[in-house]
């Protein structure tokens, strides 16, 4: 089956402009991952959902950071105000459920801020 | 708050040796823990996944260990090939948080020269 796309695989965007990442799980799993990764670091948690409700968002770095996932499927982070040091590749995963689920990861989305 | 750390950073071989990646927690609470590997510009394909009930998993000419007492896990790749080029990463499965976030370790950049 398929597995976790994003879109757009690649976003050039300026200093101070509002981008949306967009992550389409596996069919069926309920719980969706946002995680960042700067060049030469591993990923870092961003914020987790269980179905349309973000269970933890703890790892979101500010408040220009927002995700949304309306009817428990698709996910959209929003970032508003965008800055040079929100540069990185932006990495979705989806499982069965949370907790101890293997999770699935996207091809990510890398985001250049100019 | 879980930490992982990998050594070392960087590692290159001739074809045909063995080698052993190395990571290390810091809390042994962890449902999980997975090796994944990364191609450069590319998303996480995952290699592994022990549980924290196992002592080690078998995939091919990889071999994966887990020490959760110790807080150590080790990758050992047999015979290498250049193929095997890409950066490792490790990361555990926390019962700490709702939801089970990944935390990654920063990875080990490993060149396979022919």
Redesign the interface.
Known sequence: GAGVSQTPSNKVTEKGKYVELRCDPISGHT?L?W?RQSL??????LI?F?GTGA??D??LPNDRFFAVRPEGSVSTLKIQRTERGDSAVY?C?SSFA???????????T?LTVT | KQE?TQIPAALSVPEGENLVLNCSFTDSAI??L?W?RQDP????T?LL?I?SSQREQTSGRLNASLDKSSGRSTLYIAASQPGDSATY?C?T?GRE???????????TQLTVNP
């Open positions: 719980a991952y995680y030469g670091q591993g990923p870092e948690f987790y269980q269970a933890d703890s790892g990495l995963a949370g907790g101890p689920y293997e999770q699935y990861f996207g091809p990510g890398r | 992982v449902y999980n997975q994944f510009g590319k998303g996480l995952s996944l549980q990463l990361a499965q948080t709702s939801g089970s976030r990944l935390t990654f370790g920063e990875g």
